[in-house]
C-alpha cells in the first residue's frame, strides 16, 4: 500500500473556514457569501439569450418573445455572445503578450531586462527570417520586438507562427477560410461583426471565434510565452512547494498575482537581494518570502522555483492569513474585493498596470524603463509594513506540498530522452515520448487547463479528473489555476507515481518526473500547441488523430473561451465543466459540439458531471489508439 498521500479538498476546504472565522472577526467580504447573494443566477444570462448591444433592448429571448426588437433570433444573439466572450479572451491574452514583447524592446547588456535565453531568440529570429549572423544580441532583440509588435497591427499575410503548425492543420485552416491575420484584427473584426446590424448567421460567427481564438494561441499568447522565454529564460525542471504554508509568519510575505513576469520578476530580484533582506530584518522580520497566486506564480515558480501560494479561489485566503504585508497586482483576474478586504487587514494592495486600476489599491504604475526602480520601492513598502501587523489575526494553515514545475517543451522533450529502452534521441524531437504512446505504455495525454469557478467545487474537479486520469496511465500537460490545484494537492510531487497506473508509473521512475507536468501559465497554453505540433510532425499524423485532448473543467474567464476555440481549432477535442452560454441556441450548440469538427476535425464536449466528463475523455483517447491500431 501507498505511503504517499495527497492533500484533500476537505483539507483545502477546512483550511478556508478557519480563515473565514478570522474574516468574520474584522467584518471581511467573502466571494462565498458573494456566491450566496448572486445565486440563483439569471437563467437568460446562462443561456446566452440576452442581447444589450444596441440600446433598443435589452432584449431576452423567450417562446413568446422568439426576436430581439432588431429581428434577431436566438441563434444570432447567442452566437454573437459567443464571438464577444472570445474577442474579449483574446484581445486579454495578446495583450499581455504584446506588453512582453514591448519589455523585450528595453532590455540592454547589466540593465533591469536581459536576454536570458539567447539561443532561443536566435531560434525564432531564423525562423522569422531574420539576418542573425554576426548582429549584437541586443540589437537583435530591439529587431524582433519590433517585428513582434508588427504582428498586432501588419496590413497583409497571416501571423508569422502559423508556420509552425503541421502543413495538414494549416490547410485545414485555409479551406476554413479561418487563418489568423493581424492579431488586432481579428479582435476587431470580431467586435465589428457583433455590432448591430451585422453578423447574425451562426456559422459565421463561429467561424471567427475559431480564427479570433487562434490569433490568440498562435499570435499573441505565442509572443507572450516565446519572448518572456528570451528575457527570462526557458523553464527547466526546478523544485518549489505550494500551498498557503508557503507563506512564513516570521518573515515579510508578498504575494505576486496576475499574469504578466515583467513585474513579478523585478519584485522577485530586489526582495533576493542582501540591501533588502537587511532593511526587512531592521524592520523586525527574519527575512522575505515572496509567493504567488494565479499565472505570475506559476511564471515565477517555473523559473525561480517561487512557491505558490494559491489559484484564483485562493486570491482572499492570502489576505486573510493576517501575515501579507503587500499584495502587487500586474493584469488579470485580480478580484476587486482585495481593496476592501486589505483594508480589514494592514495588508497592502498594490496595484501596478493602467490596464488594472481598482479602488482601495495603492497604484505604483510599473513600466519597463523604470522597473528596477520601482520594483525596489514595493518591496521597501511591504518590509515597512510589517510592523503593522496585528499579531493576533495572524494564521497561516499548515498545508503544503513539495512540487517540480518547469516543463516547457525544451525541458520534456529534453527529459524524455533516453526513457525508451531501445532509443536514445539525440535530435531533441518528440520521438521518446512517442514510443512510450505508441507502445501502451502511455496511453494518451490531457491538457489541462483554467481555472477555478464556484459553480464547481473549488479544485475538486482538476485534482479528481487528475487522479482518474493518471490511474489510468494518461499524463497530465497543465498550466494556469489547474496546475496549481494539482501542485497544492500533490500531484507534481514526484512521488505521486504511486498513484499512476503501471506503465505511466514506469515511465515517471525512470524519467524522474511527476505525473501532471506543469506547463506554465494561461499564455503558455502555446506551449502545448507547440508539443502537439512537434508530436504530429515526428509521427507523421494529423493532431486530431494523437491520442491527446484538452480540458477544462473549472474554466471561468473569456480567456478560457478564446483558449478553447484555439485548442479545438488546432485538432484537440476539448472537454469542459462549465457551459459557456450557448445553451440557448441549438444551432450554436451543434456546431461547437459537432459541427466544426468538418472544419478542425476536433469539438467540445460539454459535461458537468466529472467523473463522466473523465470517462468521456478515456474513451476518446482509446478510440484514437484504436483507429491508429495502437
Ligand atoms: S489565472 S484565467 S483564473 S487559469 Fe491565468 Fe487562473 Fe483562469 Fe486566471
Known sequence: MSEFKLTTVEEFEAATARLLETGAKVGADSWQMRVKNQTPHCKFGEQGVCCRICSMGPCRITPKAPRGICGCDVHGIVGRNFLRFTAGGAATHSDHGREICITLGHAKEGGDYQVKDPEKLIRIAKEWGVETEGKDIYDLAHEMSDLAQEEYGKIRGVSRWLKRAPQHTQDLWHAAGIEPRAIDREVSCALHMTHMGNTSKPEALIRQALRNGLSDGWGGSMCGTEFSDVLFGTPKPIDTEANLGVMNAENVNIVVHGHDPSLSEMICEYADSKEMIDYAKSMGAKGITVSGVCCTSNE????????????????????????????????????????????????????????????????????????????????????????????????????????????????????????????????????????????????????????????????????????????????????????????????????????????????????????????????????????????????????????????????????????????????????????????????????LTEGVRDWVEAAYTVEKDIDKLGDLMIARIEEKRDALGI
Open 300 to 591: 515565477v515558480a517555473m523559473r525561480r522555483g517561487i512557491p505558490m501560494a494559491g489559484n484564483f479561489l485562493q486570491q482572499e485566503n492570502v489576505v486573510l492569513t493576517g501575515a501579507c504585508e503587500a499584495i502587487v497586482v500586474d493584469v488579470q483576474c485580480i478580484f476587486p474585493a482585495l481593496g476592501p478586504l486589505s483594508k480589514c487587514f494592514h495588508t497592502k494592495f498594490i496595484t501596478t498596470s493602467p490596464i488594472c486600476q481598482m479602488p482601495d489599491s495603492d497604484f505604483i504604475e510599473f513600466d519597463a524603463g523604470t522597473a528596477g526602480e520601482k520594483a525596489k520601492q514595493i518591496v521597501k513598502l511591504a518590509c515597512e509594513n510589517f510592523k503593522n501587523r496585528k499579531p493576533e489575526l495572524v494564521h497561516i494553515p499548515d498545508l503544503k506540498h513539495k512540487a517540480t514545475v518547469g516543463y516547457s517543451v525544451e525541458a520534456i522533450v529534453k527529459t524524455l530522452d533516453g526513457v525508451t529502452n531501445s532509443q536514445v534521441d539525440e535530435t531533441g524531437t518528440t520521438k521518446p515520448l512517442l514510443e512510450c504512446i505508441t507502445s501502451g505504455v502511455i496511453r494518451g495525454a490531457v491538457a489541462m487547463v483554467g481555472c477555478n469557478n464556484p459553480k464547481v467545487r473549488p479544485d475538486t474537479a482538476h485534482i479528481e479528473l487528475m487522479k482518474k486520469l493518471i490511474a489510468n496511465d494518461i499524463v497530465i500537460i497543465a498550466s494556469g489555476c489547474s496546475a496549481q490545484a494539482a501542485a497544492r494537492a500533490g500531484l507534481m510531487d514526484k512521488a505521486a507515481k504511486d498513484l499512476c497506473g503501471a506503465g505511466l508509473k514506469r515511465v515517471c521512475e525512470l524519467a524522474d518526473i511527476p505525473p501532471v507536468l506543469h506547463m506554465g501559465s494561461c499564455v503558455d497554453i502555446s506551449r502545448m500547441l507547440i508539443l502537439a505540433a512537434e508530436l504530429a510532425k515526428d509521427s507523421g499524423l494529423n493532431i486530431s488523430q494523437l491520442p491527446v485532448v484538452g480540458c477544462a473543467p473549472e474554466w471561468m474567464s473569456e480567456k478560457a473561451v478564446s483558449i478553447g476555440n484555439y485548442v479545438v481549432a488546432t485538432g484537440l477535442d476539448t472537454y469542459l465543466g462549465v457551459d459557456p452560454y450557448v445553451s440557448g441556441s441549438t444551432e450554436v450548440a451543434s456546431l
